[in-house]
T-cell receptor, first 117, second 113 residues
Framework: AQTVTQSQPEMSVQEAETVTLSCTYDTSENNYYLFWYKQPPSRQMILVIRQEAYKQQNATENRFSVNFQKAAKSFSLKISDSQLGDTAMYFCALTPWGEGGSEKLVFGKGMKLTVNP | DSGVTQTPKHLITATGQRVTLRCSPRSGDLSVYWYQQSLDQGLQFLIQYYNGEERAKGNILERFSAQQFPDLHSELNLSSLELGDSALYFC????????????FGPGTRLTVL
């Protein structure tokens, strides 16, 4: 079984600052993917960034980057130069990867990020 | 726009009723997933279909069922509805060889009164 834990329910940050969202997970799978999804007030689920567990290099997407610590089962998201449009719920998620299995996403409970002007 | 469509956007019904939620995946995607988002349970995986066949089941109640049709669209049937079934129901799709990325539809907001 897989579990994802987001221990911070809510954070706020000033515009243009940097913020880090934490996530820990547990899985017995050797191959898996980790994701951060964003859910703005519109409720649409938007993929922010993806990390393959077999890759040591941390993924980056423009202002978004991750710190993936496989041994510690930690997967944090760093948002640089925060913008008002980053205000949203952020969900950390895990899915196993490989033949024969389901690719279902297991989500954390989410964290509400507010970017203040 | 993710390319995944869901209808209807909103649904209001009464306890004991039955509803059907519809999902059309992105063109070419073979897998369809259903998720339920509620205040108390968070985002939970319900069921996955791959190319017309059930592939995995999550925390799906016996009152709920789903299917994927030959044209790959999917329907989620919810019956004997209870107040606690009020939630946002998401459909997502993926093509299995593409990094497992799932593309989410806009969701169907179900309110049971």
């Amino acid at each position: 079984a897989q579990t994802v834990t987001q221990s911070q329910p809510e954070m706020s940050v000033q515009e243009a600052e940097t913020v880090t969202l934490s996530c820990t997970y547990d899985t017995s799978e050797n191959n898996y993917y980790l994701f951060w999804y964003k859910q703005p007030p519109s409720r649409q689920m938007i993929l922010v960034i993806r990390q393959e567990a077999y890759k040591q290099q941390n993924a980056t997407e423009n202002r978004f980057s991750v710190n993936f610590q496989k041994a510690a089962k930690s997967f944090s998201l760093k948002i640089s130069d925060s913008q008002l449009g980053d205000t949203a719920m952020y969900f950390c998620a895990l899915t196993p990867w490989g033949e024969g299995g389901s690719e279902k996403l297991v989500f954390g409970k989410g964290m509400k990020l507010t970017v203040n002007p | 726009d993710s390319g995944v469509t869901q209808t209807p956007k909103h649904l209001i019904t009464a306890t004991g009723q039955r509803v059907t939620l519809r999902c059309s995946p992105r063109s070419g995607d073979l897998s369809v997933y259903w998720y339920q988002q509620s205040l108390d349970q968070g985002l939970q995986f319900l069921i996955q279909y791959y190319n017309g066949e059930e592939r995995a089941k999550g925390n799906i109640l016996e009152r709920f069922s789903a299917q994927q049709f030959p044209d790959l669209h999917s329907e989620l049937n919810l019956s004997s509805l209870e107040l606690g079934d009020s939630a946002l129901y998401f459909c997502a799709s993926s093509y299995r060889t593409e990094n497992n990325e799932q593309f989410f539809g806009p969701g169907t907001r179900l309110t049971v009164l």
